[in-house]
């Protein structure tokens, strides 16, 4: 404020010339004599994060409690807090109000700790506490510790107008369960508890044990095999026909997931589909199969050959991707193929569970895009009429367990008939799966399912393979009168 009043005093005694040299002068002398102080730009965190202790130190005050513990006959714990849904929190919030939610958990966290606990952030959004050092402590306190953490948490967080449920699911370590007496191994092992109470939460507490080492070390090691599976093309599909119970013409094939082991040979899908969501890797396998059943059409297309859709089974991981129907337009464009040719599979307990409003977009936006949106597994779940029009779905695929000695059983036929009424009325298409024998596949025509599918149609094969198939098919048809009409 004073810089003005000199260069104008300058200038009315000594004149333009000392105006100047005040003026070019005066800010290095204040600069010089700390008048002018640098102004530090505010960090971007909520002030009690940017508190917070970091990983180095938490380790530190690990190191040196473990150090002195044969001396002092003192111990200590590490928990490790992970939140259930902090996927969701971004897909609906951004990662600006996942800081802020961040925030206010810390100050919950800390605010039911003793003054000696350290609370630490770490990379992922999780939090890492180490407890001050007492003489006595067991599986049990530390449980009760980890408890009044998530009671902490429970209250809904306000968030713009938004109220955001934040659960988080604790692992832990003793100090003396540790595989070694040094901080980053006692943290480690509260980071692996934590990894297998997240994939049993929400809300879930685990104690290390050495099993859930040897256990994650497997995982990891699958995970980077399956990493590789998917980069070496180990992974594709293979195709089941779905075909009219009204003319027998093939109305389209299912892309199903298979692996090649180049050891193993053929792995069933049932053992690794699970290790893939486990490894989160669900996204990654849904863009391989998409571009090989994309890839399929356009071969069939070029033969001369009559598949009028391909359907894909969409996971909930790859449902949660805000840019999904962009991503899956381009993907379309690219192949020069019409929306209509594919055919989404979502299962029937995400369409009843789900509240992720970014999954109902998604899925509103595939059918207004022109895809089908076929409801997989329907009776297995609890899907109700509202969540079917919710989503506008196309066809439901009456689950297998309806399907089986379905010829044979009357109170499998009641439930069936009246699966298929209500989706005639609803305006509803139907296909059956796990068609099995020509008894089940009579039944299903004469009830009036119009499509189905399963191993007594054919069972999944190679593409490759599914030229020869429909040639013999049509063949067939040729000479193989109609299975049946609806019954009156």
Same mark, same amino acid.
């Given at each position: ?11 009315? &005694?000594?004149?333009?010339?000392? $105006? ?5 002068? @005066? ?8 008048? =002018?102080?640098?102004?530090? %730009? ?5 002030? =009690?994060?940017?508190?917070?202790? $970091?990983?180095?130190? /938490? ?54 700790? %003793?003054? +000696?606990?350290?609370?630490?952030? &770490? ?54 369960? @540790?595989?070694?007496?040094? +901080? ?20 879930? /507490? ?113 449902? %949660? !991707?805000?840019? $999904? @129907? ?9 192949? !020069? ?13 995400? =369409? ?8 109902? @977009? ?6 207004? &895009?022109?895809?089908? /949106?076929? $409801? ?43 699966? &298929?009424?209500?989706?005639? %009325? ?63």
């Amino acid at each position: 404020m004073f810089l003005p009043a000199l260069t104008l005093a300058a200038f009315w &005694l000594g004149g333009e010339r000392e $105006l100047i040299l005040m003026a070019l002068g @005066a800010p290095l002398l204040f600069a010089i004599s700390g008048a =002018v102080r640098r102004v530090d %730009r505010p960090s971007p965190l909520p002030q =009690v994060l940017d508190g917070l202790s $970091l990983r180095a130190d /938490i380790l530190a005050s690990v190191d040196s409690i473990l150090r002195e513990s044969h001396v002092s006959d003192r111990t200590t714990a590490c928990l490790v807090l992970q939140f259930d849904d902090s996927k969701r929190w971004i897909d609906q919030h951004g990662r600006a109000a996942q800081t802020e939610v961040l925030g206010r958990a810390a100050e919950r966290i800390c605010s039911v700790l %003793r003054s +000696g606990d350290v609370v630490a952030r &770490l990379e992922g959004g999780g939090f890492a506490v180490a407890l001050a050092a007492v003489r006595r402590l067991d599986i049990e306190t530390v449980v009760q510790v980890a408890a009044r953490l998530q009671s902490a948490l429970s209250a809904p967080i306000s968030l713009n107008a938004t109220r955001i449920y934040a659960t988080c699911s604790i692992g832990f370590c003793l100090g003396q369960r @540790a595989p070694e007496a040094t +901080g980053a191994s006692l943290l480690n092992a509260a980071q692996i508890a934590a990894d297998d109470a997240l994939r049993h939460g929400p809300n879930a /507490i685990r104690s290390y044990s050495i099993d859930m080492a040897a256990t994650r070390a497997d995982r990891d090691a699958l995970r980077e095999e399956l990493e590789e599976a998917l980069d070496e093309g180990q992974i594709k599909p293979h195709f089941q026909p779905q075909i009219s119970t009204h003319t027998g013409a093939i109305s389209g094939f299912e892309a199903l997931a298979r692996w090649y082991h180049p050891d193993k040979g053929l792995i069933p899908p049932a053992e690794f589909l699970p290790m893939i969501e486990d490894a989160g890797l669900s996204e990654r396998l849904g863009e391989v199969i998409l571009y090989h059943a994309l890839t399929a059409l356009v071969r069939w297309d070029r033969a001369g050959l009559n598949v009028p859709t391909v359907a894909v089974n969409f996971s909930s991981a790859e449902l %949660r !991707n805000p840019r $999904l @129907a962009e991503k899956l337009k381009w993907e379309l464009d690219r192949f !020069n193929l019409a929306p209509k040719r594919l055919s989404i599979e979502v299962l029937e307990n995400v =369409v009843a569970q789900t509240d992720n409003d970014i999954i109902v @977009a998604n899925i509103a936006a595939l059918a207004a &895009l022109g895809c089908g /949106i076929d $409801l997989d597994d329907f009776g297995t779940g609890n899907a109700s009429i509202t969540s079917i029009r919710r989503f506008a779905v196309r066809r439901i695929k009456i689950d297998r367990s309806f399907v089986t000695k379905l010829d044979e059983d009357r109170e499998q036929q009641k439930m069936v008939a009246a699966i &298929l009424s209500m989706a005639e %009325r609803l305006g509803l298409e139907t296909l059956a799966e796990g068609v099995e024998t020509p008894g089940e596949h009579a039944m299903l025509a004469q009830l009036g399912c119009a499509d189905v599918q399963g191993f007594g149609i054919a069972r999944p094969m190679p593409v490759d393979e599914t030229m020869a198939w429909i040639d013999r098919h049509q063949a067939k048809l040729k000479t193989i009168p109609r299975i049946g009409s609806r019954a009156r």
